[in-house]
């Protein structure tokens, strides 16, 4: 099945709209009124959604990947990124949705660096 996004609120908005025009299944945080929201609850929402979340949050998410994992709970999968301009994120996510399958990414912590050329 194929990778479902949800992208957290430090992402550009226009990011999921990108997304959408190549035919990949997005939403953004701002979207579902979920801004200010705790980290976890953000991963939660992700999660009950069957979505794959994306965040430029990258050490509060890879602390939150690591608590899940030793507390044996389960996730859709992380991407986490450094700022990117929305043309370089949507290369990377491209590439990682059209290689890895929704079930590859479960519990699993990637970064968008190792997408990008």
Not at 19 to 26: F, V, W
Not at 81 to 96: C, F, N, T, V, Y
């Amino acid at each position: 099945m194929k990778i479902k996004l949800m992208l957290d609120e430090d992402v550009q908005i226009e990011l999921a709209s990108a997304l959408k025009a190549e035919g990949i299944d997005a939403i953004s945080a701002q979207e579902f009124g979920r801004k200010g929201l705790p980290d976890e609850e953000q991963l939660n929402f992700a999660n009950n959604n069957g979505r794959v979340i994306f965040t430029y949050n990258v050490g509060d998410f890879v602390k939150l990947h690591g608590t899940f994992i030793t507390q044996g709970r389960d996730h859709q999968g992380i991407v986490v990124s450094k700022q990117l301009p929305i043309s370089q994120a949507l290369k990377g996510l491209l590439r990682l949705v059209n290689t890895l399958s929704a079930d590859e990414m479960a519990n699993r912590l990637e970064f968008l660096s190792n997408w990008l050329e």
